[in-house]
């Protein structure tokens, strides 16, 4: 298992992300528009700038569902390589099966 720590910080990332999304989107929109003088496009810069630095989507980090354990991560099944691994040998995952030969 992972430190709840961590996980519990992740969490807090995923919904300040969720909290300024559409006003990032907005200010983004606005500096990165080339029709637009570049004093208000560096005003929207300077906006952005301002911003929590963990309302930026780059800064979620994938983390297992089981496990919590942030490497090894598979999007399609949001969990790792461990926990698919222990999941499918219980036979919890349907249609996986342990390769043999």
């Known amino acids: ?3 709840k720590s961590a996980v519990n910080r992740n969490e807090a990332v995923k ?3 969720k909290k300024f999304a559409e ?3 907005a200010l983004k929109a606005i500096a990165n528009d080339e029709t637009l003088p570049l004093e208000e496009r560096f005003e929207a810069r300077l906006k952005l ?3 929590p630095r963990n309302s930026a ?3 979620i980090r994938n983390r297992c569902e089981v496990t919590g354990r942030p490497r090894a991560y598979y999007r ?3 969990m790792s390589r461990v926990a698919l691994r222990e ?3 219980q036979g919890q995952i349907p249609g996986l099966v342990k ?3």
């Open 1 to 3: 298992m992972a430190k």
């Open 15 to 17: 919904a300040l992300v």
């Open 23 to 25: 006003k990032r989107a």
């Open 49 to 51: 700038a301002k911003l």
């Open 57 to 59: 989507a780059i800064r």
């Open 76 to 78: 399609k099944l949001k």
């Open 87 to 89: 999941l499918g040998s």
């Open 99 to 101: 390769s043999s030969w």
